[in-house]
């Protein structure tokens, strides 16, 4: 899964905000922490994937609202994500038996 293909909601309704610009920057860091090739993971990786996978609302830059703000179906977004990373370990876990 390409995390790109997710970015382009805000060009699409016009200029993006700085605080657009800045959600976009960090859903973009944390995709590329998730879904990078397995060398370049990030040491953040559990707290990225502990932010993907909240539903709590309450922080202004919590997941769902980033996505609320960017245009995007947070809901779907998790649901590939994570349908991506359990394809990556399954190929993982499958080489190494």
């Given at each position: 899964m390409r995390f790109t293909s997710y970015m382009g909601a805000e060009r699409r309704s016009g200029q993006a905000t700085g605080e657009q610009r800045l959600m976009r920057a960090m859903l973009e860091d944390c995709l590329r922490s998730l879904l990078g090739r397995a060398s370049e993971r990030s040491v953040w990786l559990e707290r990225d994937l502990a932010w993907i996978t909240s539903e709590d609302r309450t922080d202004l830059f919590a997941f769902e609202n980033v996505c609320d703000a960017l245009g995007i179906d947070a809901g779907y977004l998790r649901a590939r994500v994570l349908a991506a990373l359990a394809a990556t370990n399954s190929?993982?876990?499958?080489?190494?038996?």
């Open positions: 190929e993982r876990d499958s080489r190494g038996a």
